[in-house]
Each structure stands twice: as structure tokens, then as C-alpha cells.
């Protein structure tokens, strides 16, 4: 006969609490950078893929300085501006979350 082990009890788990929790700045950069990069390239190869659309592409002129539709340089350029504009939102937001969090917690 087989004996009868059993396993032994698990130790209590706690739930995170979310008073308190902060953003990690790093990950919240590179996610949110990214984020942008990733929309943008989607934004010029529809621009590429379907130029009929009524959609103004040229607007991104707007939200990246010196973009003009559409040379190397310039594609270039809107990428490193795209994953800037994450960090520069992400460096400004993160600790500012994190201060107010921890304030208040």
C-alpha cells in the first residue's frame, strides 16, 4: 500500500495592494516609445498602401517637426521623434505618478 502523502499547507499569499504602486519609469518609456514608433510606421504604410484615403497624413508635419511626406531622411527622422516624444512623456510622467502615489499612500 501506497502511503498517504500529503503536501504540506501553503504559505498565505498576499494581495499587491495598488495604494502605493509605482510605474516602472524604464519599462513605461521603452513601452510607450515604442508605442509610438510602432503607430507612426503604421500611419506611413497606409499612407503608402492606400494614399486615397481621406485621411490628412500630412498632419503628422504637425506633431513632428520637420516631417514631410515622404523621403528617407524624413521617415527617419519621424521615428526618432515618435520614440522621443514616449520618453520625453514618460520621464516627465512616471516620477510625477510615482511621487503622488507614494504621497498618498
Known amino acids: 500500500m501506497a502511503a ?6 501553503l504559505a498565505p499569499t498576499s494581495v499587491p495592494s495598488y495604494a502605493g504602486r509605482t510605474i516602472p519609469v524604464f519599462a513605461f518609456g521603452m513601452s510607450l516609445s515604442l508605442f509610438f514608433v510602432i503607430s507612426y510606421v503604421i500611419c506611413v504604410i497606409g499612407y ?4 486615397g484615403l481621406p485621411i490628412n497624413h500630412a498632419a503628422l508635419a504637425i506633431f513632428l517637426p520637420g ?5 528617407l531622411p524624413s521617415f527617419v527622422l519621424g521615428l526618432v521623434e515618435s ?3 514616449g520618453w520625453y ?3 516627465i510622467f512616471g516620477p510625477l505618478y510615482n511621487f503622488f ?3 498618498w499612500r
Open 101 to 103: 502615489a507614494n504621497r
Open 48 to 51: 503608402l498602401l492606400l494614399p
Open 83 to 85: 520614440f522621443a516624444y
Open 89 to 91: 512623456i514618460a520621464l
Open 67 to 71: 516631417f514631410e511626406l515622404l523621403t
Open 4 to 9: 498517504n502523502v500529503s503536501a504540506p499547507p
